[in-house]
């Protein structure tokens, strides 16, 4: 089948490798995106995880965390520049967003976009969000947002950047202090700034486990000095670059960022804090959000700058 130059577009900024790297993979693959993307990464040309679109929207992650600390509610809302996304006007309108998601029942973006505007009844918050659009004269997106609950501890909020991230940390917890509270707050700047995928491993299937383990020995076996190596040792070195990328993406692997003597993991640290209050404390779950993930700010002409450098 004919490659398109969309195709190859979209394959590198997934991948961050070469377009004639991207155009074989999609060759050999039938235009079949994932088995291009794995073909890519077997070859050692693409990173363990998909890249995201390049970060380019503007706009505000916003948190909010009720009186009890018992429920939380993450949203992004999106503007077109950054002027706007840093105006008072734009983050009080923000604020009243996170209220109104904070205490709704809708399921997802698209109920609660046609539920009644607290402020103002007669209106839905999808009429609401076009008012705010004709008054600040900019096109604005209420993107989605995440709810957390949990009665048998609290949530924990943090926000970075002025906006740029917003987290969110499920504690359960049958002691709560203020030293318990700083645990969290510090677990929720773990988040924002090393990114982790999963809490722990128990929520990363066997199939992903298995799928990377195949990517891992196409890649020993594409490399003339490893491929030579008794099983062993391959099985061994296999299982050792499993576990070394586990530790990156699941937070409770991660090695704690403000660790005195920087090994301490972030399990561990938790483990210490209950320890010290005479507590029993879970880390369940997190949400972290990062404004204008995945999405481009404006379409270039990329694709037809890769057209002509490939000459279809």
Known sequence: MAITAAQVKELREMTGAGMMDCKKALTATDGDMDKAVEFLREKGLATAQKKASRIAAEGICQTLVSDDEKKAVVVEVNAETDFVAKNEKFRNYVSEVAAQALATEAADIEAFLAEPWAADTTKTVNEALAAQIAVIGENMNIRRFEKLCE??????????????????????????????????????????????????????????????????????????????????VIDGMINGRINKELKEICLLDQVYVKAEDGKQIVSKYIEQVAKENGAKIAVKTFVRYETGEGIEKKQENFAEEVAKQMGM
């Open 151 to 232: 009665e048998n501890g609290f949530i924990a909020s943090y926000i970075h950047m002025g906006g740029k991230i917003g987290v969110l940390v499920d504690v359960e917890t049958d002691v709560i202090n203020d030293n318990i509270k700083e645990m969290a707050k510090n677990i929720a700047m773990q988040v924002a700034a090393l990114k982790p995928l999963y809490t722990n491993r128990s929520e990363i299937s066997e199939d992903y486990i298995e799928n990377e383990k195949k990517i891992l020995l196409a890649q020993i076996m594409n490399d003339p000095k490893e491929s030579q190596k008794p099983q062993k």
